[in-house]
């Protein structure tokens, strides 16, 4: 059973234009929420986060937005670049009962090609 | 300050061989995870540690793999024997446990079974 979810394998867009990447959640004891970047042969390195005490965070051209009625995260790339091509994973942190486990469950993945 | 270390970065080995794979986390940090990445199942956590202690091994797909962490600068991921379906990146990172529960990863190491 996977508790979060990437349904978009892959992503193309304009250089210049905004990147959209969305991630889903099944477990509603999640209350925070991370996004990685990873380029090739490179391990991921953390982009962004947001707490579920919050709608939205942003930092730079990043936004990430939170929806948790409907368990749903989008991360927000504006205006994208070609180095922002690359795999953006989105993680949760993860609960045992009512004690934070100190980890972190990840989706599948989305690649972003960014082109010129 | 130097990130998460992974050694080695590449391996090639025979199936039926041993494998070790080796990490040093982050100094200070208390959290250590193994983790493995395959273009069918994404980033799988495998194994984890705090406080050098394995706290949750439940994504160790068989008793073929084991990880140790002897000390809070080391730890060690072995595969015995090893089967070509273990083909993959696995890596590690470590964490302090903080509240904003952010994980640094090492660079991975491509382990390719024959």
């Known amino acids: 059973d996977q508790q979060v979810k990437q349904n978009s394998p892959s992503l193309s867009v304009q250089e210049g234009r905004i990147s959209i990447l969305n991630c889903d959640y099944t477990?509603?004891?999640?209350?925070?929420f991370l996004w990685y970047k990873k380029y090739p042969a490179e391990g991921p390195t953390f982009l962004i986060s947001?707490?579920?005490?919050?709608d939205k965070n942003e930092d730079g051209r990043f936004t990430v937005f939170l929806n948790k009625s409907a368990k749903h995260l989008s991360l927000h790339i504006v205006p994208s670049q070609p180095g922002d091509s690359a795999v953006y994973f989105c993680a949760a942190s993860a609960y045992k009962g009512s004690s934070n486990t100190g980890k972190l469950i990840f989706g599948q993945g989305t690649t972003l090609q960014v082109k010129p | 300050d130097a990130g998460v270390i992974q050694s080695p970065r590449h391996e090639v080995t025979e199936m039926g061989q041993e494998v070790t794979l080796r990490c040093k986390p982050i100094s200070g940090h208390d959290y250590l995870f193994w983790y493995r990445q395959t273009m069918m199942r994404g980033l799988e956590l495998l194994i984890y540690?705090?406080?050098?202690?394995?706290?949750?091994d439940s994504g160790m797909p068989e008793d073929r793999f084991s990880a140790k962490m002897p000390n809070a600068s080391f730890s060690t991921l072995k595969i015995q024997p090893s089967e070509p379906r273990d083909s993959a990146v696995y890596f590690c990172?470590?964490?302090?446990?903080?509240?904003?529960?952010?994980?640094?990863f090492g660079p991975g190491t491509r382990l390719t079974v024959t």
């Open positions: 477990n509603s004891m999640f209350d925070y």
């Open positions: 990172a470590s964490s302090n446990g903080g509240l904003d529960y952010e994980q640094y």
């Open positions: 947001i707490s579920s005490i919050k």
């Open positions: 540690f705090n406080n050098n202690v394995p706290i949750d």
